[in-house]
């Protein structure tokens, strides 16, 4: 071992004592730092993933679309399905509606769909949580969980559907009269937003109140496992050609997935913040060592000890803090991730606010994903960092002249 | 003294006309006007003279610790006033063993780390240094405290230490800066026969600057340090 490590080991780890105490401080703060933003680069993560699965179930991957109503949707389909690349197509058409119940009104988005072709793309089976996709006929509509709830409307119910093509209607004095249409079942997907502002119904029906006969809006596309959509939309693109247009899930949600990642860097880049903090609580008690050591410094000049090499020994201490740190930051991280939803409900239930905390961030459980990419950039910040830190203590102890430290009162 | 020059081959170290001032302000000290001696190995110098008349930066000159403004410090046959600080540095691990008043033990280090650390800055320490390191402190009388922490020493048994230390190198010169300047009588006479009965054993020159008349007179030969030159 060269001797600039063994001094610095021995300088965190005296003899007749466990560690120094300036050192466990140190490590603590490298720890803190390291522990939050793994915990909530994760959480963050964890959001980031949910979202994504939730949009491609709630989208699948691709979207085929002319940018109006496309009448020659039928060959496209098959065509479509002919594709290797392509597990299932299914066609759609959607819009908004007006929906009526017990004088309980809402405008949620409706999704005209095929029942038979639409579970290969869109889970849609998993999501029933009451009712049943097989009861879905052209006089019924599935509702989402959370507008069922605040139209009161139960599987079996009767509600007043709207559509905008009524309002010629009115224009022209008619009688207006709403299509009533029966609850078939309930779905949820887990998404708040989505849950509270979409309903189902089959294709038919929607090509029927939108007045769009043998059309459809797009058709939803689901590729095989391990198929790349990114591919495969721009073969798409290619070999459809104008007027048809395959937009990825990513497109779709652009923006949402930007903000997305910009909360996370954000997130990040304050948070660092800490682990800086922690840095120069690392060089303040580390330049304290060297000052009040100047006189042992001296000595080791003066005893043929380099001033590259001690310079080193202050480095070291550093980034053995950072890497303690790390590690400590990392496990107790996993632990309270591991734990999160005890740790979060007993939050709620001091605090009272996990209606508050669904609502927010519109997930029943906090979830976590774990990026290896995440952990590397935030342990290298920290090491780094705490390597830094190391730096002003150890140049002023290299600078020290032995004649002069050893003068030093 | 009149003849602080021994024209001997076997001369250890060699000073030749040392020179050095301070600047204070507008005025200028001249603190060394033209030091020259010789030490042979296994001979021992003792230097005395008032506090303030430069003892301890002549041994920083000849440790290589400061620059003299004129003059050379031979090492044997190295040159070590042309050396650069860091090759300096390297030589004087090898060559030079001190020890001063306040001993300068390192704190976190048990005894016997102490006395193995210049082995350590040396490179990586082996059984062969651990025996020598344990042969040194049961020669200074403290086999039986090798664990003990420094601040758990008194001070004679400090300097013990030290002496220890800054000969584990086996050095050919080793320079005492007052060793026994914070102890008792008692203890100091003690602490000065185990330096010169150690550095013959190990046949190392010793430099050794104190106050006193008595322990000058046990080196092999005495000098004065009176207006920036040894008499
Ligand atoms: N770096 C420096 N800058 C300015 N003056 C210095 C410096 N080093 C030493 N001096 C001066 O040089 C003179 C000699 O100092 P030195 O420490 O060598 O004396 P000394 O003989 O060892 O004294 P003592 O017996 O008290 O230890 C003193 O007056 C001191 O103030
Ligand atoms: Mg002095």
Avoid at chain 1, 234 to 249: D, F, I, K
Wanted: proline fraction near 4%; charged fraction near 20%; glycine fraction near 8%.
């Amino acid at each position: 071992m060269p001797w600039y490590i063994y001094l610095a080991l021995r300088q965190i780890f005296p003899r007749g004592r466990l560690v120094s105490p300036f050192f466990l401080l140190s490590v603590l703060g490298v720890t803190l730092g390291v522990m939050i933003l793994i915990i909530v680069q994760s959480v963050m993560g964890g959001f980031g993933q949910t979202y994504r699965e939730l949009i491609v179930d709630t989208n699948g991957h691709l979207r085929v679309e002319t940018g109006g109503v496309d009448y020659r949707y039928r060959e496209t389909v098959e065509r479509l399905r002919e594709d290797p690349a392509i597990r299932a197509a299914a066609p759609f058409a959607q819009g908004v509606v007006m929906l009526q119940h017990r004088q309980q009104p809402a405008f949620p988005y409706i999704r005209g769909i095929e029942p038979w072709s639409e579970g290969k793309v869109i889970p849609l089976d998993d999501f029933m949580i009451r009712g049943s996709l097989d009861d879905l006929h052209d006089d019924s509509i599935l509702l989402s969980s959370v507008l069922a709830r605040q139209l009161r409307a139960d599987v079996g119910a009767t509600v007043d559907v709207y559509t905008p093509l009524m309002l010629d209607q009115l224009k022209e004095d008619e009688v207006l009269l709403p299509r009533e249409l029966r609850v078939a079942g309930i779905y949820e997907t887990g998404w708040n937003q989505f849950d509270s502002t979409t309903m189902v119904a089959t294709l038919r029906l929607m090509q029927d109140l939108y007045a769009m006969e043998g059309g459809a809006h797009g058709i939803a596309v689901r590729v095989n496992p391990g198929v790349d959509e990114f591919q495969v939309a721009q073969r798409l693109n290619e070999e459809l050609g104008p007027p048809y247009r395959a937009v990825t899930w990513t497109q779709m949600y652009e923006d949402f997935l930007w903000v997305l990642q910009l909360e996370k860097s954000v997130m990040f880049f304050l948070l660092l913040f800490i682990v800086l903090v922690a840095a120069f609580a690392i060089a303040i008690s580390m330049l304290l060592t060297v000052l009040r050591k100047t006189r042992e410094i001296g000595l080791i000049g003066a005893m043929g000890g380099g001033a590259r090499n001690l310079a080193a020994s202050y480095c070291f201490q550093g980034f053995f803090i950072g890497v303690c740190g790390s590690i400590a930051g990392t496990g107790l991280a996993l632990l309270a991730l591991r734990y999160r939803d005890e740790i979060v409900s007993a939050f709620a239930t001091v605090t009272g606010s996990r209606d508050v905390l669904i609502q927010f961030y519109q997930f029943a459980h906090l979830p976590a994903h774990y990026n290896p990419r995440d952990f590397v950039i935030i342990i290298a910040a920290a090491l780094l960092l705490s390597t830094a830190a190391g730096f002003l203590p150890a140049f002023r102890a290299a600078r020290l002249k032995p004649a002069e430290a050893l003068r030093h009162e | 003294m009149s003849d602080v020059t021994v024209d001997r081959m076997e001369a250890v170290l060699r000073v030749r006309d040392v020179r050095k001032s301070f600047r204070s302000g507008t005025r200028t000290f001249e603190i060394l006007n033209g030091v020259t001696f010789d030490v042979a190995a296994g001979e021992s110098l003792s230097i005395r003279g008032e506090s303030g008349s430069g003892k301890t930066t002549l041994l920083n000159i000849v440790a290589g610790l400061e620059t003299a403004d004129a003059g050379g410090v031979l090492w044997k046959d190295l040159k070590a006033h042309e050396q650069s600080p860091r090759a300096l540095c390297r030589w004087r691990r090898d060559f030079v063993g001190m020890v001063f008043q306040a001993y300068y033990l390192i704190p976190e280090m048990n005894a016997l780390e102490n006395v193995l650390f210049p082995a350590r800055l040396r490179g990586g320490i082996s059984r062969t240094e651990r025996e020598r390191a344990a042969a040194l402190l049961e020669a200074v009388g403290l086999s039986g405290r090798m664990e003990s922490l420094p601040a758990t020493l008194s001070g004679g048994e400090r300097q013990r230490v030290a002496i220890a230390r800054g000969l584990m190198n086996r050095p050919a010169l080793l320079l005492a800066d007052e060793p026994t300047g914070n102890l008792d009588e008692r203890t100091s006479a003690a602490i000065m026969s185990l330096l010169l009965d150690v550095c013959r054993g190990e046949s190392a020159a010793l430099v050794l600057v104190t106050h006193s008349p008595v322990y000058a007179a046990q080196t092999s030969r005495t000098a004065l340090l009176h207006e920036g030159r040894l008499e």
